[in-house]
């Protein structure tokens, strides 16, 4: 079992009116739909937090590898089955 803990970037923004607003994307994944934006911090790392969970069920379903790089934007870790764990990104 692996976890894979995704980089993600959150910046200021604005939207269509012009109006103050977050983009949020993970690196790793933007070339394939890991993008989004919310009109707070808060709901645009929610909605990234979606989109990425999102893509990876998608890659599972197909039998599709994740990415495991680079680095700095994907960590992978093996996790025993005898030591399961849950990681969260705050």
């Given at each position: ?13 604005e ?21 989004t ?19 990876v ?6 039998g599709?590898?994740?990415?495991e ?8 870790v093996?996790?025993s ?5 849950i990681a969260?990104?705050?």
């Amino acid at each position: 079992m692996k976890t894979y803990s995704f980089k993600v970037v959150i910046e200021p923004d604005e939207d269509a009116q012009g109006n103050p607003a977050w983009h949020a994307y993970c690196p790793a994944l933007v070339d394939i739909g890991g993008a989004t934006s919310g009109r707070t911090e808060e709901e645009a790392l929610s909605n990234i937090n979606e989109v990425v969970r999102m893509i990876v069920e998608e890659f599972r379903e197909e039998g599709r590898p994740l990415p495991e790089g680079p680095a700095d934007y994907v960590e992978v870790v093996e996790i025993s089955k005898e030591e399961p764990r849950i990681a969260v990104t705050v």
